[in-house]
């Protein structure tokens, strides 16, 4: 019986569960792992469908996107633009500091403040 692969998903990076508890703490309820384009196996981190708002935790140091995924990634949020949607890119220090999710509640509620 030839193997599958595992539907179970990745762990989550540091940045990723400090956001993911940022947003349970806000109320809010964006969809994780989000696949957006039909042809390609892109998939945004979090996405908030009601204002088309993605938001991604790039990873540190040697990861993917400082090994050559940088222009994949580029070639994924200049799709998802075209498609009408609003890419945020956070660093794992961004995160943690509080900035991203203040960002992203002053877009979500139309920067009210």
């Keep these: 019986m030839p193997s599958r692969k595992s539907e179970v998903p990745k762990a989550l990076s540091k940045g990723e569960e400090a956001f993911a508890l940022h947003c349970r703490a806000e109320k809010l309820k964006p969809i994780r792992e989000f696949r957006f384009h039909k042809a390609r196996k892109w998939r ?66 139309g920067n009210e403040e």
């Design 44 to 109: 945004f981190d979090f996405y908030f469908p009601e204002r088309k708002l993605a938001v991604e935790v790039e990873g540190g140091y040697g990861g993917r996107h400082q090994r050559g995924g940088f222009c994949t990634d580029m070639e994924k949020y200049n799709a998802a633009v075209e498609m009408g949607i609003m890419v945020l890119r956070y660093n794992t220090r961004s995160v943690l500091r509080g900035e991203a999710i203040q960002q992203v509640l002053g877009l979500l509620r």
